[in-house]
């Protein structure tokens, strides 16, 4: 155990929980319709022509037929939509621009959920109360209505939507990395390190984070799939509604909506995006959260 | 209980803070009018002074709590309601109320059974099909669902046969035109068509919002039961391993007897202490499902709201979520207090 070199040890690690993972079947379609999407947000985002798409930054309207015209192999495989937009383009760049959101969203609330949470468990007293009131408040109204407040007080725009969502999203990060750390601090070898001197603020970063990052990092993958939902929700009902031509999507479901009974495909695919991102997502938390349960590692 | 106190009072912060957020020009545009002869800043001056917007925030904060208690919550403009916003509250409420309520006994009947009974006949043909539903159940979008199956089940174009449900709204427009308890997407006294039809007699009106309810209802059930079916199955699983189990059955109780009456009782546990959750999302639900099925209520006149720029709207529509939140997971810790004696004690 002392020999061994710390970094080989690590890799081992992480060699083990991705053997764990790809040795159920669930877990491993999870992971590989997750990468699939991230290959595609990456592909669109430096080389969009490899998988067809011309402007990865705006769809391309034709007035002269906006109506939406049924799927014709090869040319438009999932139709078109509202206003004559190829919908396998928008579609594949709107993973992209869907992806990026819903990380930031995750990223940010769980960074602010994780340093309040950890903070207030490892300070205590009076700064324990403050921050976990504090918290508590944003819990107090429901996360969609509370979404939907906060947007339109920002205005209606992306960015606004998804500061919006990690603002009320922190909140359930900071009550699960709160519990978190309110273990991790018991064990015995954070008393070992005060012991031989370490400051709080050493003992807070150096054993106290990365022992609550793994499940937040769990709680990260399962929370990315109704992330995906949330923001394309908010979109759908019209807050990306000052940028109508930009990939999402929420947008395009929104913009294909009035022509929904008489031309499916237009809400088809990319709710079809969504769902099969949001089912990848969730078999690949579960299997996370399987994989890094210290019970199963043997 | 004590919890409720501070609960509100988090509230009605969040609520004034992201009022006052969006400056003074967004808060007073409902109440200043282009045709008078006041010129508009002398205007906007006597509103800052009523509502004591040149105050510190502060004091504006106890003047604003003032107001609110006494049932001042401002004035909404939509196009499906201007008015005050307790009165457009009081009006858009209970159809969403009858679509929550619907949709959370719905959830009840189905998911809690068939959570226990998959947990039981585990890895049988049914246990993999009910987590097969309930799985897809928490990744669909629900405003697609509800789209989805206004395609197939409101339209002809997938088979004529399927074309059962109304496309859209409370009630077909032929039948209500006329009746004079009946204006502007609201009916009256109890403002719940289903109610109101049957009150003044109108069998093929009920039947006409009945057939107008069932969409929005599955729609917002599907999502929200497959989380519950999920915890049972797997809160009943960890129940069914447990000593206490293996005694009952030990003794000679019939299995029947050790599921309905050993197990499912304290598998429900965890089913209640989620029920915060559920509650959340059955909410969320309620937005999108109204929004995609134009039924009025609530959720509806938020988008409405927020589509219009109309604070009002939207404040009235965080407050009494907030509120419905507040008040449901209230019901759910009693609720777990009867189920749970530990937790009384």
Redesign the interface.
């Known amino acids: 155990m002392f020999g061994r070199n710390p970094l080989s040890s690590r890799l081992q690690e992480y060699r083990l929980t991705l053997r764990i993972l790809v040795e159920s079947p669930s877990s491993a379609v999870g992971l590989a319709i997750v990468i699939a999407y991230a290959a595609i947000a990456v592909i669109d985002f430096t080389h969009p022509s490899l998988i067809g798409v011309q402007d990865a930054y705006s769809m391309i309207p034709d007035y002269t037929s906006p109506v939406p015209s049924p799927p014709v192999w090869p040319t438009h495989a999932f139709g078109t939509t509202f206003p004559g937009v190829d919908l396998y383009q928008a579609v594949m760049s709107a993973i992209r621009v869907d992806l990026w959101y819903s990380l930031l969203i995750v990223l940010v609330g769980a960074a602010l959920g994780t340093i309040v949470g950890v903070m207030a468990a490892y300070v205590g007293g009076y700064l324990d109360e403050a921050l976990m009131?504090f918290t508590?408040?944003?819990l107090?109204?429901?996360?969609?209505?509370?979404a939907?407040?906060?947007a339109?007080?920002l205005g209606?725009a992306l960015d606004n939507v998804s500061l919006a969502l990690a603002i009320v999203w922190w909140p359930l990060y900071a009550r699960y990395a709160y519990g978190q750390a309110l273990s991790v601090k018991e064990n015995a070898y954070i008393e070992a390190a005060k012991a031989s001197g370490v400051g709080s603020w050493g003992i807070m970063l150096r054993h106290v984070v990365p022992n609550v990052l793994t499940p937040i990092f769990v709680q990260i993958s399962l929370d990315l799939?109704?992330i995906v939902?949330?923001f394309?929700?908010l979109t759908?009902?019209?807050?990306a509604?000052g940028n109508p031509l930009l990939p999402e999507l929420g947008t395009l479901?929104s913009n294909g909506?009035q022509y929904?009974?008489?031309a499916?495909w237009v809400?088809?695919f990319p709710?079809m995006a969504?769902?099969i991102f949001?089912?990848g997502m969730?078999l690949l938390g579960d299997g996370l959260r399987d994989a890094l349960d210290p019970r199963r590692r043997t | 209980m004590l919890l409720l106190i501070p609960t509100l009072i988090g509230l009605t912060l969040i609520v004034f803070a992201l009022t006052h957020a969006g400056g003074s020009q967004r808060l007073l545009g409902s109440y200043i009018s282009m045709h008078s002869k006041i010129p508009i800043s002398v205007q906007e001056q006597q509103l800052a002074e009523r509502f004591h917007l040149n105050d510190p925030l502060v004091v504006q904060y106890f003047y604003w709590v003032a107001a609110f208690v006494q049932g001042d919550w401002g004035y909404t403009k939509t196009q499906v309601y201007s008015g005050t916003v307790l009165d457009a509250i009081s009006l858009f409420f209970p159809n969403t109320l009858m679509l929550a309520v619907l949709s959370s006994i719905l959830t009840a009947i189905m998911g809690i059974p068939l959570g226990v009974w998959s947990a039981v006949r585990k890895d049988s043909l049914l246990d993999q099909a009910t987590r097969v539903i309930s799985f897809a159940g928490y990744s669909i979008p629900t405003y697609w669902l509800g789209l989805l199956l206004l395609i197939v089940f409101a339209s002809s174009n997938v088979c004529r046969c399927l074309n059962i449900f109304p496309i859209s709204g409370t009630v077909s427009a032929s039948l209500i035109s006329g009746a004079d308890w009946y204006s502007g997407g609201i009916s009256y006294p109890t403002h719940v068509l289903v109610v109101d039809s049957l009150i003044h007699g109108r069998l093929d009106i009920f039947e006409d919002a009945l057939m107008h309810l069932a969409l929005p209802v599955v729609t917002l059930t599907y999502g929200v039961m497959a989380s519950v079916l999920r915890v049972m199955r797997s809160s009943m699983q960890d129940t069914l391993d447990h000593d206490y189990i293996r005694t009952a059955r030990a003794k000679g109780l019939e299995e029947k007897t050790v599921i309905n009456v050993h197990a499912r009782r304290n598998a429900l546990i965890p089913v209640f202490t989620l029920l915060g959750y559920t509650i959340a999302s059955l909410i969320g639900g309620v937005v999108l499902t109204e929004t995609v099925f134009n039924y009025i209520g609530i959720g509806y006149w938020t988008t409405q709201a927020m589509l219009n720029g109309d604070v009002g709207g939207i404040m009235g529509a965080t407050v009494i979520f907030g509120l419905g939140f507040i008040f449901a997971n209230l019901a759910v810790d009693i609720a777990c207090g009867f189920l749970d004696p530990r937790i009384r004690h």
């Open positions: 009131r508590d408040i944003f107090s109204v429901p996360y969609l209505p509370f939907i407040a906060v339109f007080v209606r799939g109704t939902q949330v394309a929700a759908f009902i019209g807050f509604s479901i909506f929904a009974v008489a499916p809400v088809f709710g969504i769902l949001a089912i969730n």
